[in-house]
């Protein structure tokens, strides 16, 4: 079973309309990261989450806001969405203890027309 | 300014044969060096990792090198199966562990397996 899911896994909106990816992992882990990935680019940090209430800036956060209200939810939200925006969106987690290794989500496909 | 770079974005080998996927950094402050597998349209699955205190570390079919003077990093698979084609992804963290574990990833290689 999947210890991280996001939602939904694909979305087609308008440019200028708010947008809302959801995450949501069940291994109690403390850390969470938002990414995004384009061609060209790689990886991407949007933003992430060290705790409940806890969020900081990413390389790319222009746009992009978030929320973290419970310790298994991650909220990534676009305010007024815009073409550039068009990305597949991953989220991850990483426990405590030093450990370096994120496990990502399955990842959405969000479309900006 | 891309700190971490992988700069062939794809390989193809014949199945049996070994896969070396290269990755360059520019930070010397990284201390932690981490390989990602991705398939289509699924998420970036951890595959393997070496810390800088290292040079090689091995998992089965997988070994990664890691020379800090160079600070350059491969990792090889042998031998490759069809299974093994996918995006690989190089990451390095310097944050000294602990906090926010934050990872600067390179741009993909994909790798393709020739039955």
């Known amino acids: 079973d999947a210890g991280i899911t996001q939602s939904p896994r694909h979305k087609v909106t308008e440019t200028g309309t708010p947008v809302t990816l959801r995450c949501h992992q069940t291994?109690?882990?403390?850390?969470m990261y938002w990414y995004r990935q384009d061609p060209g680019h790689g990886l991407r940090l949007i933003h992430y989450?060290?705790?409940?209430?806890?969020?900081d800036k990413g390389e790319v956060s222009d746009g992009y806001s978030v929320s973290r209200s419970k310790t298994e939810d991650f909220l990534l939200t676009l305010e007024s969405a815009t073409s550039s925006q068009t990305s597949v969106y991953f989220c991850?987690?990483?426990?405590?203890?030093?450990?370096?290794?994120?496990?990502f989500g399955p990842g959405t496909r969000l479309t900006v027309t | 300014d891309q700190q971490v770079k992988q700069n062939s974005p794809s390989l193809s080998v014949q199945e049996g044969r070994i896969s070396i996927l290269n990755c360059d950094y520019t930070?010397?402050?990284?201390?932690?060096f981490l390989w990602y597998k991705k398939y289509p349209a699924e998420g970036p699955t951890f595959l393997i990792s070496?810390?800088?205190?290292?040079d090689k570390n091995e998992d089965g079919r997988f070994t990664v090198f890691l020379n800090k003077s160079a600070k350059h990093l491969s990792l090889h698979i042998v031998p490759s199966q069809p299974g093994d084609s996918a995006v690989y992804f190089c990451?390095?963290?310097?944050?000294?562990?602990?906090?926010?574990?934050?990872?600067?990833f390179g741009t993909g290689t994909l790798l393709a397996v020739q039955p």
């Open positions: 989450s060290y705790g409940v209430k806890d969020t």
């Open positions: 930070n010397s402050m990284f201390d932690y």
């Open positions: 991850a987690m990483a426990g405590t203890g030093g450990a370096y290794e994120q496990y």
């Open positions: 990451a390095a963290s310097g944050t000294g562990g602990g906090a926010t574990n934050k990872l600067i």
């Open positions: 070496i810390s800088s205190i290292k």
């Open positions: 291994e109690n882990h403390r850390y």
